[in-house]
C-alpha cells in the first residue's frame, strides 16, 4: 500500500474520539479509501469486519432494518464474516456506505452502544437520494479525502529526499538554481500526467507505460460516467463533466453552461453542479464577488469554473476525442514540448493542490472602468483576515497585469501576491513568483 497522509488523520481520530463518534471519509470512487482504512483495522486493532456493501448479501443488509438488538446484530456479523470482535478493540467498516443509508442511519445507536469503533466509506454520499429517508447521525466526523497529492505521488516513486528539499527551499525563499530547476519541473509534469489515482501510479511504476496508465485512467473517466447517469438519467451530468477541458480552454470568465446544455443558464442548473460537487469528482470555484477574508459569503452561485479533482484524469479526459493518448502526446507534454496552450492543465492542476491543502476555491474577475480591460486573478485565498491572489502562467513570462490591477484596487486586502509559473522562484517587487512545484507549500 502507498503511504497516505490521511493515515494519520485516522489515528488522531482514533486516540481523540475513543468511540465517541463514527468517522465518515467521504471522496471520489478509485482514490484509495477502501485500501488505506483496511490498512488502518490491520495495524491498529486487534480485529475488524468489512462490509463492503456494494458486494454485501441481502441477508447482511437485512441486519440493518432493525437495530433494536444490537446483541442479535453483532452475533450475525461475526457469523457471516468467520470473525471475532473484541469489546473495544475492534473496528467495523462500512465500504460505500452510500449504498445502505440505513446503515448509517444505524451510527447512532452503535456509537451508543459504544463496544466497537466503526469507519464508514463513500462516494456520492450527499446526494439527495442517498439521504432523502434517514435520519443522518449527528455521531458522524467527517473527512474528505483526495487523490494522492505531490509529495504521496514522489513517495510513491520511492523519492523521499525531493519533498523535504522543496519544503527547505520554499521557507528559505531561495531559487533551486537552473539544471535542478529543470529536473524538478520535469518531475511535476510527470505527476500531472499520471496523475494522483493509486491504479493510474501503481500501473506506471509496474510499466513505465503511459499507454497503460491513460487505460487504467479511461476505465476510471467511464466508471464516474456510470455514477452520473445513475444520478441524472438525462445525460446532462455527463455533457458538464466532459466539457470542463474545454470551457477551461476558452479562458472564459466562466463555465459557459449554454454553450454545452442549450436552453440552460448556470442558475437553472444549480442543483446539477452541487450534484456534481458533492460527487468529489470535480472542484467548483466560485466567482467571488467581493473579495476579502469572507469569500465564502459573497460568493456567486451562477458564476463558476469547473476543474477535476485529479490532474491525471484531466490530461486524458483533454484527448478523449481519441481511443487512447498515444505515448508520443505525454512523452511531449512531459518534455514540454506539446504546441498547444496547456494553461487550463496547469491551472487544473493548482487548483487540486490547493483544494487538497483544504482551501475552498474563488477567483475574482473585474474591469479597468478607464481602459475597459477585463482582468481576472485565477485563484484567492483567505489567510487571516486577508487574501492571497494567485495568478497562473503556463510559461516563464513573469507578465502579471491582472495582479498589478487587482493590487491597485484592493491594495488594504492584500497579505501576499503568488504568480505561479514554469520558471525558478525569484521575487519580482512583493510579488512571489512560484515554480509550480512549490504549490503545494501555499497553505
Same mark, same amino acid.
Given at each position: 500500500?502507498?503511504?497516505?497522509?490521511?493515515?494519520?488523520?485516522?489515528?488522531?481520530?482514533?486516540?481523540?474520539?475513543?468511540?465517541?463518534?463514527?468517522?465518515?471519509?467521504?471522496?471520489?470512487?478509485?482514490?484509495?479509501?477502501?485500501?488505506?482504512?483496511?490498512?488502518?483495522?490491520?495495524?491498529?486493532?486487534? *480485529?475488524? +469486519?468489512?462490509?463492503?456493501?456494494? /458486494?454485501?448479501?441481502?441477508?447482511?443488509?437485512?441486519?440493518?432494518?432493525?437495530?433494536?438488538?444490537?446483541?442479535?446484530?453483532?452475533?450475525?456479523?461475526?457469523?457471516?464474516?468467520?470473525?471475532?470482535? +473484541?469489546?473495544?478493540?475492534?473496528? +467495523?467498516?462500512?465500504?460505500?456506505?452510500?449504498?445502505?443509508?440505513?446503515?448509517?442511519?444505524?451510527?447512532?445507536?452503535?456509537?451508543?452502544?459504544?463496544?466497537?469503533?466503526?469507519?464508514?466509506?463513500?462516494?456520492?454520499?450527499?446526494?439527495?437520494?442517498?439521504?432523502?429517508?434517514?435520519?443522518?447521525?449527528?455521531?458522524?466526523?467527517?473527512?474528505?479525502?483526495?487523490?494522492?497529492?505531490?509529495?504521496?505521488?514522489?513517495?510513491?516513486?520511492?523519492?523521499?529526499?525531493?519533498?523535504?528539499?522543496?519544503?527547505?527551499?520554499?521557507?528559505?525563499?531561495?531559487?533551486?538554481?537552473?539544471?535542478?530547476?529543470?529536473?524538478?519541473?520535469?518531475?511535476?509534469?510527470?505527476?500531472?500526467?499520471?496523475?494522483?489515482?493509486?491504479?493510474?501510479?501503481?500501473?506506471?511504476?509496474?510499466?513505465?507505460?503511459?499507454?497503460?496508465?491513460?487505460?487504467?485512467?479511461?476505465?476510471?473517466?467511464?466508471?464516474?460516467?456510470?455514477?452520473?447517469?445513475?444520478?441524472?438519467?438525462?445525460?446532462?451530468?455527463?455533457?458538464?463533466?466532459?466539457?470542463?477541458?474545454?470551457?477551461?480552454?476558452?479562458?472564459?470568465?466562466?463555465?459557459?453552461?449554454?454553450?454545452?446544455?442549450?436552453?440552460?443558464?448556470?442558475?437553472?442548473?444549480?442543483?446539477?453542479?452541487?450534484?456534481?460537487?458533492?460527487?468529489?469528482?470535480?472542484?467548483? *470555484?466560485?466567482?467571488?464577488?467581493?473579495?476579502?477574508?469572507?469569500?465564502?459569503?459573497?460568493?456567486?452561485?451562477?458564476?463558476?469554473?469547473?476543474?477535476?479533482?485529479?490532474?491525471?484524469?484531466? /490530461? /486524458?479526459?483533454?484527448?478523449?476525442?481519441?481511443?487512447?493518448?498515444?505515448?508520443?502526446?505525454?512523452?511531449?507534454?512531459?518534455?514540454?514540448?506539446?504546441?498547444?496552450?496547456?494553461?487550463?492543465?496547469?491551472?487544473?492542476?493548482?487548483?487540486?493542490?490547493?483544494?487538497?491543502?483544504?482551501?475552498?476555491?474563488?477567483?475574482?474577475?473585474?474591469?479597468?472602468?478607464?481602459?475597459?480591460?477585463?482582468?481576472?486573478?485565477?485563484?484567492?485565498?483567505?489567510?487571516?483576515?486577508?487574501?492571497?491572489?494567485?495568478?497562473?502562467?503556463?510559461?516563464?513570462?513573469? /507578465?502579471?497585469?491582472?495582479?498589478?490591477?487587482?493590487?491597485?484596487?484592493?491594495?488594504?486586502?492584500?497579505?501576499?501576491?503568488?504568480?505561479?509559473?514554469?520558471?525558478?522562484?525569484?521575487?519580482?517587487?512583493?510579488?512571489?513568483?512560484?515554480?509550480?512545484?512549490?504549490?503545494?507549500?501555499?497553505?
Amino acid at each position: 500500500m502507498f503511504k497516505r497522509k490521511i493515515y494519520d488523520k485516522l489515528l488522531a481520530w482514533k486516540q481523540e474520539s475513543a468511540g465517541k463518534t463514527a468517522l465518515l471519509i467521504e471522496g471520489a470512487r478509485r482514490i484509495g479509501k477502501s485500501t488505506v482504512v483496511e490498512e488502518f483495522a490491520k495495524n491498529e486493532y486487534d *480485529s475488524y +469486519i468489512l462490509i463492503d456493501f456494494s /458486494t454485501a448479501s441481502k441477508n447482511v443488509r437485512e441486519l440493518f432494518e432493525d437495530v433494536s438488538d444490537l446483541n442479535y446484530l453483532f452475533l450475525q456479523l461475526q457469523f457471516q464474516y468467520r470473525t471475532d470482535l +473484541i469489546e473495544r478493540k475492534s473496528l +467495523i467498516i462500512f465500504d460505500e456506505v452510500q449504498l445502505c443509508p440505513l446503515a448509517r442511519q444505524a451510527i447512532k445507536s452503535l456509537v451508543k452502544d459504544h463496544r466497537y469503533d466503526y469507519i464508514e466509506t463513500g462516494s456520492l454520499i450527499s446526494i439527495k437520494k442517498n439521504v432523502q429517508n434517514i435520519l443522518i447521525p449527528s455521531e458522524e466526523r467527517k473527512i474528505s479525502m483526495f487523490p494522492m497529492d505531490y509529495e504521496e505521488f514522489l513517495w510513491a516513486l520511492g523519492d523521499t529526499t525531493t519533498p523535504v528539499l522543496l519544503q527547505k527551499l520554499f521557507t528559505a525563499q531561495k531559487p533551486a538554481g537552473e539544471s535542478m530547476n529543470r529536473k524538478l519541473l520535469r518531475d511535476f509534469r510527470l505527476y500531472m500526467l499520471v496523475g494522483g489515482m493509486p491504479q493510474a501510479i501503481d500501473e506506471y511504476i509496474q510499466t513505465n507505460n503511459f499507454r497503460k496508465v491513460d487505460a487504467i485512467k479511461r476505465d476510471i473517466l467511464s466508471l464516474y460516467e456510470d455514477d452520473f447517469k445513475k444520478i441524472d438519467a438525462t445525460g446532462k451530468l455527463s455533457l458538464l463533466f466532459d466539457s470542463i477541458p474545454a470551457q477551461l480552454n476558452k479562458n472564459a470568465s466562466r463555465y459557459q453552461v449554454s454553450s454545452v446544455l442549450s436552453n440552460e443558464r448556470a442558475d437553472t442548473i444549480l442543483e446539477l453542479i452541487a450534484e456534481l460537487k458533492d460527487s468529489k469528482t470535480v472542484l467548483v *470555484s466560485y466567482h467571488a464577488n467581493d473579495p476579502n477574508a469572507g469569500m465564502a459569503t459573497n460568493k456567486d452561485l451562477s458564476k463558476f469554473k469547473l476543474f477535476l479533482c485529479d490532474t491525471g484524469l484531466f /490530461t /486524458t479526459l483533454m484527448f478523449k476525442d481519441k481511443d487512447f493518448t498515444e505515448n508520443i502526446i505525454y512523452e511531449k507534454l512531459l518534455n514540454d514540448k506539446l504546441g498547444t496552450n496547456l494553461g487550463y492543465l496547469y491551472e487544473n492542476v493548482v487548483a487540486q493542490l490547493l483544494h487538497s491543502n483544504g482551501n475552498e476555491l474563488f477567483y475574482h474577475t473585474f474591469m479597468n472602468k478607464t481602459s475597459h480591460h477585463n482582468y481576472e486573478v485565477d485563484f484567492l485565498l483567505a489567510q487571516k483576515n486577508k487574501v492571497c491572489p494567485i495568478e497562473v502562467k503556463s510559461s516563464g513570462y513573469k /507578465t502579471h497585469k491582472s495582479l498589478d490591477a487587482f493590487s491597485l484596487k484592493y491594495s488594504d486586502r492584500i497579505l501576499q501576491k503568488y504568480l505561479v509559473y514554469t520558471k525558478d522562484f525569484c521575487k519580482d517587487g512583493d510579488i512571489i513568483c512560484l515554480p509550480i512545484y512549490m504549490v503545494p507549500f501555499i497553505h
